[in-house]
DNA sequence: CGGGCAAGACCGACCGGTCTCGCTCGTGGC
DNA sequence: GCCACGAGCGAGACCGGTCGGTCTTGCCCG
């Protein structure tokens, strides 16, 4: 092997998952059918074929590889490149957040972009809520990590601002990091345990219950 | 005209466009064809295109329905019957998320949906970013009511809980809509004007920009 | 020589969209 | 009051194109 060429002299498989990347993440998975994958990857049907047993299999490759490359673990790694105290981690995902929809070729977020175009019962609409549900695990240790309250309730509603920001960032908000962080840092002062807990005003709302860390809903 | 049978002997257009309401709001718009949507309907396709320049106008259509049905103006008339202070009407938005979050078979925004399965430059996606548009000035009327301070940037933020809650609940999330009432009543806090603004910790960002009422992103 | 590959023909199913049939029913001329 | 007409309708054949998926061919390289 040369070596030489492009870099494209890799395993067939590998030349799929790196084409199919941009084109599922910006254009969503029903858009983009197998003929525009091998044409793009360079690559015959029958070997596709040989690498995934279906479309479905590699939109659940696909989906895994965002996980890899730009899931929690990423998001971790740049928000420790920022801060070093806890809070400050938690706070610097919505920096990170920032730049991110700051990019002219915005995309959102492919795990929530898939679970509604496939819906919740689909195979890899069933795998995007679980890569969600392991983002809010993080969440949770960071939560944990910062001494904070209640932290399976912190960490579902640490998810509502960064799920919000991603979509008004998509809708054309353009200070939607900023606001969530606002608003994360409200959140953070609400799960502070015992000393000067939230100091500002909270009308009741009647019958209104709690909502702790309960969970799961059917698939539809 | 017996007018007896069932309700089914209205105007085609009327029944095609009830017949789809659940189809698209519940399983998106790409996976609906217009074969099963003028079985449904009981609808010859020849009378389809009639009354439908495209599936596109139809989508068109669907979205305008929802709107009609399912929209802010809906949801103001519901947070009337609810609450009497402009506060307690914005606050008990997430009342009624609670309810509508409680369904089992909760469909999530059609519009933040459309916005992502056809993409923000698609006519249909461009709609659906201009009904939600319109849901937040909404929001920035009932701020003002509220005699609250930034009120455009406080719809934005407003936004991110709404849309936040909205996914959660799709992911699994049974308290997203208290948790986003939580979230809500400490973003009204920050925008009262005035008398005992912020009394909780923001830790700084640096570098970190204010984030006003800026907007407009092209689309992609 | 043989396995993996690129190229691409081929498959049935379905896509959005057009067009041809009869049938029905409301309307206007008589 | 009657009837013929025509618009609107349901049913469905039909169109080219594309879908996801299979299979064949011939090449290249180990």
């Known amino acids: 092997m040369t070596q030489s060429e492009v870099a494209e002299s890799q395993h067939p498989r590998e030349r799929v998952l790196s084409a199919v990347y941009p084109l599922f993440a910006h254009r969503g998975v029903r858009d983009v059918g197998i003929d525009e994958i091998i044409r793009t990857a360079g690559v015959a049907k029958a070997t596709f074929y040989r690498h995934f047993a279906s479309k479905e299999a590699l939109v659940l490759a696909f989906l895994q590889r ?57 195979p890899a609409g069933q795998a995007s809520i679980g890569y969600l549900h392991e983002i809010r695990n993080q969440i949770v240790l960071l939560a944990k990590d910062a001494g904070l309250d209640d932290v399976d309730g912190f960490a579902w509603s640490w998810r509502i601002l960064m799920a919000g920001s991603i979509v008004t960032a998509a809708e054309g908000d353009l200070g939607a990091a900023s606001r969530a962080r ?17 100091a500002f005003h909270c009308p009741a709302s009647p019958g209104h219950h709690e909502g702790t860390g309960q969970f799961r809903r059917e698939n539809r």
Chains 1, 2 share one sequence.
């Open 182 to 198: 606002r608003l994360a840092a409200a959140l953070i002062a609400q799960h502070r345990p015992a000393t000067a807990t939230q």
């Open 66 to 122: 965002r996980h890899e490359v730009f899931g929690i673990n990423w998001l971790l790694g740049e928000v420790a490149r920022r801060a070093t105290t806890p809070e400050g981690r938690l706070l610097a995902i919505f920096d990170v957040f920032a730049e991110w929809f700051a990019r002219e070729d915005y995309e959102a977020c492919s795990f929530i972009r898939v679970m509604f175009e496939l819906g919740a019962s689909d």
